[in-house]
Nanobody
Framework: QLQLEESGGASVHPGGSLTLSCAVS????????IGWFRQAPGKEREGVAC??????????LYGDPVKGRFTISRDNNKNAVYLQMDSLKPEDPAVYYC??????????????????????WGQGTQVTVSS
């Protein structure tokens, strides 16, 4: 059974950086498009970043609010996916989740609007940005 576990959430100052980790177990993460999502209190869950499966083209896509500031990457040896977050802003605090798109969906296209296609989720990790 595929399982995901996030870690790395913390409190940082505006303008700071943080790296979140998503440990994948049960199956090789290579077969899955893996996304990062976030949900702030009172808001809808939104897509942050997504990386195509290793066996497709490994291309990454980003939500508009984080383009140029966040970077998603894989470490195939560790079966993990990371989210490097730079230039954090006061609007970035949320619970951040990683999720795998359902088996056979190797690409991230549309990940921002088709969150329901991601059917395996971690428990989330809290990111706080405050001065």
């Amino acid at each position: 059974q595929l399982q995901l576990e996030e870690s790395g959430g913390a409190s940082v100052h505006p303008g700071g950086s943080l790296t979140l980790s998503c440990a994948v177990s049960g199956y090789s993460s290579d077969y899955y498009a893996i996304g990062w999502f976030r949900q702030a209190p009172g808001k809808e869950r939104e897509g942050v970043a997504c990386v195509n499966s290793q066996f497709s083209d490994n291309i990454a896509l980003y939500g508009d609010p984080v383009k140029g500031r966040f970077t998603i990457s894989r470490d195939n040896n560790k079966n993990a996916v990371y989210l490097q977050m730079d230039s954090l802003k006061p609007e970035d605090p949320a619970v951040y989740y990683c999720a795998a798109r359902r088996a056979g969906y190797y690409f991230c296209a549309g990940f921002v609007t088709t969150i329901e296609d991601f059917d395996t989720w971690g428990q989330g990790t809290q990111v706080t940005v405050s001065s």
